[in-house]
């Protein structure tokens, strides 16, 4: 088994390495399907024996999210619990959603004091840190003596049996469709700041959310813009993720500015992620956009299932795919696109 990566072992010119690796099904459910918070839902569930498979150690929380909102912005709180309650699963809502008044959001989140007299605590949901991941998965990789290429960049797929594309935007070429969506976070040291949990600002024009990791470290983050712009974040991208950070908390008005960083998430036109087999010897597994960190033990699992299927036997040709594929969890995310005959 062989891995062909054109980036380095630690993922610094990925996606991957720039998300806050929020796991939230409930607040993206603002902006995300049902088919998106359920895969969020099922997969949260997961990320913790993952992580205690991985040889590495990697920080994984779940004290929730808590959504809160300034006086002039009062109007964005009804849309967005609208929202959740169209695109959430019902038992996820029900479960997870907590108005707070008053001292309960200080209580909630001490260290807001008193300057968010509403917000909503969403108890169940998580965060990982993204970079330990990556490092964790490629310890993991080799530990299984799997053949390691980074910084390797192929044209062709290789000559094997059977191969897996999980290229991202990489792969445009054999998926059109594709297209990037880009993001802008900065990461910033703050001591004395002390956030338990994720905060999202509910906000018009950039609903901005503050990711806290290990030692003060936060990411901020809030645009998404159409386009494969890979260029270094502007200056008004900058002033107003910092703006509305210190808007939250003054105490971001002293914190270091590690790292301003922008990456483009691969997306497909319908926003949903896909796992498609070619029909011979290739799958293909892409359009994961702004969840990949939420949705990726699902979907994995998915390919990984279709993959063994596909190398066991179990499916030959298109009419024995549609057949699999019914009785698949997440049929919804399987295509086949080619009749051609397995090799």
Known sequence: MALYDRGDAAGTQSAAWVAAAMLAPLAEAASAELLITEL??????????FIADMPEPVFFQRNGTL???HAGDRAEAP???RRLRANAPSALFQNGFVKLSGAQVAAAEPSLGTRFPQGWLLPNEGQLDNRQVLNALGAGLAERNVDLHWNTTIDTPPDAHFVID???????PAWPALRGIRGEVARVHAPGIGLMRPVRLLHPRYPLYIAPKQDDLYVIGATEVEGEDMSPMSVRSALELLSA???VHPGFGEARILELNSQCRPTLPDH???IVWDGARTLRVNGLYRHGYMIAPEVADSARALAEALLGGAITDPDSFDDWRGRARWSALLRCEHAAPVL
């Open 40 to 49: 969020g839902a099922a997969s949260l569930e997961r990320w913790p024996g």
């Open 67 to 69: 959504v809160v909102w």
């Open 166 to 172: 999980c290229r991202g935007l990489g792969g445009k």
């Open 245 to 247: 950070a210190f808007a």
């Open 272 to 274: 949903r992620p896909a």
């Open 79 to 81: 849309l967005f619990e």
